[in-house]
């Protein structure tokens, strides 16, 4: 059974507690968006462990969190993600997963759904305080955005490139998003409803607030991301009924979720940088 940074560590108990902002972050640092090959970002990264693993050495961190990547041919944005996230995340001083969800094809992608089977699936594996949701095109230029949770759930893009370091409206919430256990487990998750492109992140924001969550973000300058510019993906076309299923998104948020998230999982590939996790989804469930 391999060791993972997951599996209580005795020596850990004694390590003062990591401080929640390090004196080694250094705030806005340059991306590096250019093409880069996985064995050339796991060279970089010899301190992440199989599984994709890793939590800092001299001092005890603040909670387990578990990042989830839904990626469904999309590789060369998610290395490039890693190249660009994982040494920001040990800057942070933090003990961190790095899990990938990805869908068999041919069915429609569906992100929200993604994020439940990752939420659900992480937790098979060990006890993480904290989740953040996260695209896999999406690179964060500012390392006192700390990846870590918070008494609201948090939306984490205060500007993206692609709209010139803004937002495309206020109450946008995709991208990057963070949940405590219980926080993603009050609001039921994301729809497990909205196959294809749109409405989905708009849906989670409406659970977040259904519940008496506020909308919480870091300042501009600080969730400031670079985002990888891309063609629309095969088997995400826009979701024809996504307007219609927000319409009701209040009244469906205890009904549907997290807890009628239905799947199976065809794969699980550990590599040292993450661990995949390949799901069928069947769209007329
Ligand atoms: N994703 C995949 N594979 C897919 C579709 C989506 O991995 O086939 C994931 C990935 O993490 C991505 C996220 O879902 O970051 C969101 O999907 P997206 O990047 O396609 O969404 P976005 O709104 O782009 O960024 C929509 C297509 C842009 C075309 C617009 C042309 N002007
Ligand atoms: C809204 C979509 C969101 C999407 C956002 C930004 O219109 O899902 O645009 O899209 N909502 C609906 O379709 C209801 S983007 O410019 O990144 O392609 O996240």
């Known amino acids: 059974v391999s060791q993972t940074s997951t599996a209580p560590n005795k020596t850990l108990e004694h390590l003062p507690m990591c401080p929640e902002k390090p004196p080694e972050l250094v705030g806005r640092f340059d991306t590096n968006l250019n093409p880069v090959m996985l064995a050339a970002v796991e060279r970089k990264y010899p301190e992440v462990t199989m599984g994709g693993h890793y939590h800092p050495k001299d001092c005890r961190a603040r909670e387990k969190l578990a990042i989830i990547i839904p990626c469904r041919k999309?590789?060369?944005?998610?290395?490039?993600?890693?190249n660009n996230l994982l040494r920001m995340l040990i800057r942070q001083k933090l003990d961190?997963?790095?899990?990938?969800?990805?869908?068999d094809l041919p069915t429609t992608f569906n992100r929200g759904m993604l994020f439940n089977v990752g939420f659900l699936e992480a937790l098979k594996r060990d006890n993480f305080d904290c989740f953040i949701l996260h695209d896999v095109d999406m690179v964060p230029t500012n390392d006192?955005?700390?990846?870590?949770?918070?008494?609201?759930?948090?939306?984490f893009l205060g500007g993206l490139s692609k709209w010139k370091y803004g937002l495309p409206y206020s109450s946008y919430y995709g991208g990057v998003v963070s949940f405590t256990r219980w926080q993603y487990e009050k609001i039921n998750g994301g729809s497990n409803l909205y196959f294809g492109?749109?409405?989905e992140d708009d849906d989670l924001r409406s659970r977040v607030m259904g519940k008496g969550y506020n909308m919480v973000r870091y300042p501009k300058e600080i969730g400031r991301y670079d985002t990888m510019?891309?063609?629309?993906?095969?088997?995400n076309g826009d979701n024809p009924v996504r307007f219609q299923l927000l319409n009701k998104a209040r009244e469906r948020q205890d009904q549907e979720g997290l807890r009628t998230t239905k799947y199976?999982?065809?794969e699980i590939t550990e590599t040292q940088l993450f661990t995949r996790i390949k799901v069928f989804i069947n769209m007329t469930e």
Request: proline letters at 5%; a positive charge.
């Open 74 to 82: 999309r590789e060369q944005h998610l290395y490039i993600l890693l």
């Open 96 to 103: 961190f997963s790095i899990f990938v969800i990805d869908q």
């Open 144 to 155: 006192h955005c700390l990846y870590k949770c918070s008494p609201n759930p948090r939306h």
């Open 197 to 199: 492109w749109g409405g």
């Open 229 to 235: 510019s891309h063609k629309r993906d095969s088997g």
């Open 264 to 266: 199976k999982v065809t």
